[in-house]
């Protein structure tokens, strides 16, 4: 079939984007391409210049119900829904411009070619271009984008395809807003007549595999999972079955897969990674190698699970060899990969103070791995969870602190998997994270690992190169908070990465702060003396945690300006600025009082006074230096 222009497409035809495919993913730079190519078609020899817009594959369907009394074609699209939506979408906010100036039955049925349908009594509609039934992003659709009144949709918590499809509304309302009627017209012309698409149909699914596999919407390539439900189709329709279960194991497909897109996407500012997830899952269904699978051995191992003959290929680990394909393992495979999603979206968007503390120390995939288990098998039992969670959060925490980690990384891929496959429970859980917890703590370990931090001679020193720092700034200023009576936060943990870490008397010090700091290398030899500044300024006690933004603000300034700006910010800097002066006897009291807070917070951590200076201030003649300060 040679290719057809856009009244052509729409003229007997009727679209539906698949539940099973991936929402509406264009953005910016799709919608400028699209626009610019548009608008650099030329007039030559009586007409607009034909413009290939690309192939677009479609697979038969019907009708649904209330659909069946328009005598139309219905098609679902396979391949092209990206550049469909979005020019079906500018299509909508170029008829919408009233000052087209088409008469009104010229304007009717121009929406009747290419927007919708009214039957006889003029209630029902049928959209030439529509989701499917199941997908949650039809009625939004048709509501926001097509604003139909007749159809209800909240506008509140947009998943990001549906964020999407407003931007890219807004887009071209704001490119055709400035335009006058005769742009308006030009425009139209070129986009039903010029634009040029090349219509391939399928018939066998064994073809809807290839198309899968070899696609690519401008720059969009499939990801494995889009990849992999193909794949599960190609095979389920070679299965020696009956045609109605053959049927119903592709429903169970299309349903698990459109239930996985659905809460990937569910936060509007982005999807979740795909191919993570896919990772992650695998990981606990099948035992790889490392802790994880890779993305890319994910793909490579699910591809050997899911091919003609699996049983040429390692089950896992753990010996034995892949069980063929049946319907039963790809019924389990993606029963057990759909219900994974909902938790799997809900522990990036929780609530759950313990959970965002611990993402926030750690949010590799193993971790999130384990919250994912727990949720899923234990979810009920609220009290237990919040122990278990409790827990994790004391172990991250430890691991960040030098000297007294507690365990490596493949610790929490394998309570995932003995966990998802019920080897263990719970109680189990908990019992062994006591026994890590309860790990003895040898100070002189501690505190030499955090003296070497002051031996770097580029880059940050001492207790600002601690990884953990922030999240500890994060956590003292909690405790502050309760110190001061108040229950109100001055930063969230939600705001961890618009914080920054300040030095109070900073780095490159200039005349505002020499005297504090030569009051603490006066008595030195000369020698120790350069070093002794870098312990000062790099100490426990110096470090605060600001908003983001102050700390340019702030700079070099003296105290007072300082102080002032202090007043008004976080707990950590609201009990600085009660100082009346800063040095370094301000900064031996209050990093005494912190490491105070951490004895508390770390489980076994007991420190003396002595221990607690060299900690501090690494040196024995550095300690000296404070000792007046204890008389």
């Excluded at 029963?335 to 809900?346: G, H, N, T």
């Excluded at 503390?357 to 971790?367: A, M, P």
Aim: proline share 2%.
């Amino acid at each position: 079939m040679s290719a057809i222009n856009l009244t052509e497409l729409f003229s007997t035809r009727v679209f539906r984007i698949p539940d099973y495919q991936r929402g509406y993913s264009w953005g910016e730079k799709q919608w400028v391409e699209l626009w610019d190519d548009i608008d650099e078609i030329q007039f030559e020899n009586g007409e607009f210049k034909k413009h290939y817009t690309g192939t677009i594959y479609l697979e038969k369907s019907n009708p649904e119900n209330a659909e069946q009394w328009l005598n139309s074609s219905f098609f679902n699209v396979v391949d092209g829904q990206q550049r469909l939506t979005t020019i079906c979408v500018l299509l909508f906010e170029l008829l919408n411009r009233t000052e087209l100036g088409y008469a009104e039955k010229k304007r009717d049925k121009l929406i009747e070619t290419f927007i919708y349908e009214s039957n006889i009594s003029g209630e029902s509609r049928v959209y030439k271009f529509n989701y499917s039934e199941l997908n949650q992003s039809r009625s939004f659709l048709l509501s926001a984008i097509f604003e139909d009144e007749n159809v209800i949709h909240s506008s509140q918590n947009l998943n990001h395809y549906q964020n999407n499809l407003l931007s890219a509304k807004e887009f071209f309302q704001n490119k055709l807003k400035n335009l006058d009627f005769a742009d308006l017209e030009v425009l139209f012309v070129k986009l039903t007549t010029a634009l040029q698409f090349d219509l391939r149909f399928i018939e066998k699914d064994l073809d809807v595999q290839a198309v899968f596999e070899t696609m690519n919407n401008r720059g969009k390539p499939l990801s494995t999972l889009e990849k992999l439900k193909n794949r599960l189709i190609y095979l389920t329709e070679k299965l020696d079955s009956p045609i109605e279960d053959k049927r119903k194991l592709r429903g169970i497909i299309n349903d698990g897969w459109g239930q996985i897109y659905t809460h990937l996407a569910s936060n509007s500012s982005a999807i979740l990674p795909e191919d993570e997830f896919l990772s992650a899952h695998l990981s606990l269904y099948r035992r790889p190698t490392e802790s994880t699978f890779s993305e890319n051995t994910a793909e490579v191992k699910v591809f050997q699970m899911f091919c003609n003959k699996p049983e040429k290929y390692d089950l896992d680990e753990t010996g034995g060899k892949e069980p063929p394909i049946s319907y039963s393992k790809i019924k389990e495979y993606v029963v057990k990969i759909a219900q994974l999603a909902p938790i799997w979206s809900e522990i990036h968007h929780s609530k759950n103070q313990w959970v965002r503390r611990i993402l926030t120390l750690d949010s590799r995939k193993e971790v999130k791995m384990f919250l994912a288990v727990l949720f899923l098998n234990y979810k009920q039992e609220e009290e237990q969870v919040q122990v278990v969670l409790s827990r994790i959060e004391q172990i991250l925490f430890r691991n960040k602190i030098p000297g007294i980690w507690l365990m490596d990384e493949r610790t929490f891929a394998n309570w995932s998997r003995e966990l998802y496959a019920k080897e263990i429970d719970i109680d189990a859980i908990v019992a062994i994270q006591n026994e890590i917890i309860n790990t003895p703590i040898v100070n002189s370990k501690l505190i030499q690992s955090f003296n070497s931090l002051f031996a770097y001679e580029r880059g940050a020193k001492g207790y600002h190169r601690w990884s953990g720092l922030k999240y500890f700034l994060f956590e003292y200023e909690v405790w502050l908070m309760k110190k001061a009576k108040e229950v109100d936060e001055k930063i969230s943990i939600l705001e961890f990465m618009d914080t920054t870490i300040e030095h109070v008397i900073p780095q490159q010090y200039q005349e505002h702060w020499r005297k504090e700091v030569d009051a603490f290398t006066e008595e030195l030899v000369e020698d120790e003396q350069e070093q002794a500044r870098k312990v000062l300024i790099n100490s426990l006690g110096n470090l605060t945690l600001l908003k983001h933004g102050k700390n340019s603000s702030l700079g070099n300034r003296n105290w007072k300006s300082k102080q002032e700006r202090f007043e008004t910010g976080s707990y950590n800097e609201i009990f600085i600025s009660r100082e009346p002066k800063w040095g370094q006897e301000e900064i031996l009291r209050r990093g005494l009082e912190m490491l105070g807070f951490l004895q508390q917070k770390v489980q076994g951590l007991e420190l003396n006074k002595n221990e607690m200076m060299e900690l501090l201030f690494s040196k024995p003649s550095l300690m000296n230096q404070m000792e007046r300060y204890f008389e």
